[in-house]
C-alpha cells in the first residue's frame, strides 16, 4: 500500500507537468500493485500458517506506528503476543520509605518497568492517567476531600491511587490486557482509516481535489482552497503526512514549509505586495489535516496587518485567560513558542516573525477568524466571502492556471528529482566539476 501511494504521487506529479505517458504507466503500475494486495487479503488463510494482519496504528499525537496484532514479541512494550507479557517484580504497596520520604507515585515508579515502556505506553495511551485518576479521587471523596487540608487530600490521592492502579492492573493483566489492547488498536485504526479516506489534503484520499495542486515537494505541496478563498493569490502550503499541527512536525517539513515561504514572498514582493502566513489548530482530538494558509495583501495593508492582528488577539478568546494571551514570535517563531498539541492561532508576515495565542475556548473560537480580520482589513464583505460555496470547476481550473504561471519562475520544487531543472542542474555541476579538475591538472 505504502508503495502504490508513493506511485500514486509521483503521478499526480507527472500529471502536472503534462507527461500523459509517464502518468498513464505509473497509475497502471499503482493500481496493479492494490490488485495484487486486495487479491492477497482476500485469499484465505493457509491451515499450516498463522495470519498476521498489521493496523495502522497511531499514538495520540496521531502519527502512524506500525505494530504486528499476531505474533508480536512477548513482553514487548505494548506488544499483543500469543501469551501474557512478561513478569515483573511486584512493587510494593506503600510508596512512603521508613525515613518519610516519598519514592514513587505510581506502581510502575517501583516494580522495575523501564523507560522504554513508559514511553511506548505515553504514546499509545495506555498508561496510567493521573488527571482521570485524580477526577474520580475527587469525586469519590466529595465533601471529605474539600474539608481535608492540602496534607490529607494527597494522603487520601495516595490511598485512591493504589486502588485505581491495582484495578488498572487487573483489568490489563496477561490475556485481558493483550484483547484490550488488541479492540483498541482496531477502534483506533478503523476512526484513522476513515479520516484519512475522507481528508481534504491527503493525496490519496477520495475526497481530494487534484486539480488545484500546484507543485509538489517532498514533504508538502502548493495548491489553491477550494473554498473560503480571499483574493487572487491566495494559497495552501499543505504537509503531505496527515498532520494536526505543524509544531509537531518533523524539522524536515518545518523546513520545507519555510522554503516554500521564502519563494512565496519573494513572488509577491515582485509585484509590490506582502503576505500572511496564517495557521489554525482548533479541537486537535478530531485530529484534522493542518495546513499554512499565505494570503497576499497590498503593500499599504501589509504594513498595518501587525498592528490588526495584535490588537484583534488582545481582545479575542476568554477575558481571563491561563495562557499568556499574546505571543511574539519574531525571535524564536511561532513553531518554538507554543508546545505540541495545544490549540492555537499564529500569523507571521512574510519571512519574519508576527504572533501567536493559544486558544482557550475551542467552542467560540471560529477558524476563519484570521481571515476575517484580513476581509476587514481589505474592505471586503466576510460573511459573504468566507461562506460562499465553491466556485465552478472552470472558475478554479483559470485561478490554478494564472497562479502557476506566476509561481513558474519562483518553483523551488522544479530543481528536484524529474523536475525540468533538475537535468540542467546536474549537467551544469559536472560541467563545472570537469572544468575545476581540468584547472587542477594545469596547475
Known sequence: EAEANRLAAKALKAKLKRKADRYASLMAKAEALRARAAAAASAPPSSSRQEVKVLAQFDLQGRKIEQGVAGAPKGSAGGWGDGPPTKRRKGPENKIGDDGQRKGFFNSDLDGTDLRTLVEQERMGTGNDFNASWAKHVLRQGAAFEEGNTDEQFDMADVSMQAYESSANKRKKGKDRNEFLRKMAVAKNNRMERLLQNCWHCLDSKKHLPHLVVCVGVKCYLAIPSIQWVR????????????????????????????????????????????????????????????????????????????????????????????????????????????????????????????????????????????????????????????????????????????????????WTRRLKGGDLHDKLSRKNRETGKSNAAEKKTE
Open 232 to 411: 487572487e493569490g491566495h494559497c495552501l502550503i499543505v504537509p503531505r503526512e496527515h498532520l494536526i499541527s505543524t509544531t509537531s512536525a518533523d524539522e524536515d517539513v518545518q523546513e520545507e514549509i519555510m522554503y516554500f515561504r521564502k519563494f512565496l514572498a519573494k513572488m509577491f514582493a515582485a509585484r509590490n505586495e506582502g503576505c500572511a502566513f496564517l495557521e489554525t489548530v482548533i479541537s486537535t482530538r478530531k485530529q484534522r489535516h493542518t495546513v499554512v494558509e499565505c494570503v497576499p495583501l497590498p503593500q499599504e495593508q501589509f504594513l498595518d496587518a501587525p498592528i490588526f492582528f495584535k490588537k484583534a488577539i488582545l481582545e479575542s478568546d476568554e477575558q481571563w485567560s491561563v495562557n499568556k494571551k499574546l505571543i511574539d514570535t519574531h525571535k524564536k517563531g511561532y513553531w518554538r513558542s507554543i508546545p505540541p498539541n495545544f490549540p492555537f492561532f499564529a500569523v507571521e508576515f512574510g519571512t519574519g516573525g508576527g504572533f501567536a495565542h493559544v486558544i482557550e475556548d475551542e467552542a467560540s473560537f471560529r477558524p476563519e477568524w484570521g481571515k476575517e480580520i484580513l476581509c476587514g482589513m481589505l474592505g471586503e464583505p466576510a460573511q459573504i466571502l468566507l461562506r460562499a460555496k465553491r466556485a465552478p470547476l472552470h472558475v478554479e481550473q483559470q485561478r490554478v492556471s494564472s497562479f502557476k504561471k506566476a509561481w513558474h519562475k519562483y518553483d
